[in-house]
Nanobody, 115 residues
Framework: QVQLVESGGGLVQPGGSLELSCAASGIPFNLYTVGWYRQAPGKQRSLVARVTLTGLIDYADAVKGRFTISRDNAKRTVYLQMNGLKPEDTAIYYC?????????WGQGTQVIVSS
């Protein structure tokens, strides 16, 4: 059974930084695309960043140049380093892993950017 456990969310001031982590179990992690979505209040869940099993990376335009995604296959963990945070980055951030048509999700971690 797939399990994804996120950590690292919290409250940060505008311009600050946070690093999210997502530890996976129950899957051959190195064979999956992994990454992060986010959902702000009243909005749909949207892709933040993902990294494929071959290391290809995509970012949402809104976070390019500020966020960095990375994966450590030995630790079965995907990270999201978030710098230059803005109030509009406030959302629940969900880790995901996908292979073919199947996607599994973490429980989400709250990020609040506010002064």
């Amino acid at each position: 059974q797939v399990q994804l456990v996120e950590s690292g969310g919290g409250l940060v001031q505008p311009g600050g930084s946070l690093e999210l982590s997502c530890a996976a179990s129950g899957i051959p992690f190195n064979l999956y695309t992994v990454g992060w979505y986010r959902q702000a209040p009243g909005k749909q869940r949207s892709l933040v960043a993902r990294v494929t099993l071959t290391g290809l990376i995509d970012y949402a335009d809104a976070v390019k140049g500020r966020f960095t995604i990375s994966r450590d296959n030995a630790k079965r963990t995907v990270y999201l380093q978030m710098n230059g945070l803005k109030p509009e980055d406030t959302a629940i951030y969900y880790c995901f892993c996908s292979q073919g048509p199947g996607t599994s999700w973490g429980q989400g971690t709250q990020v609040i950017v506010s002064s």
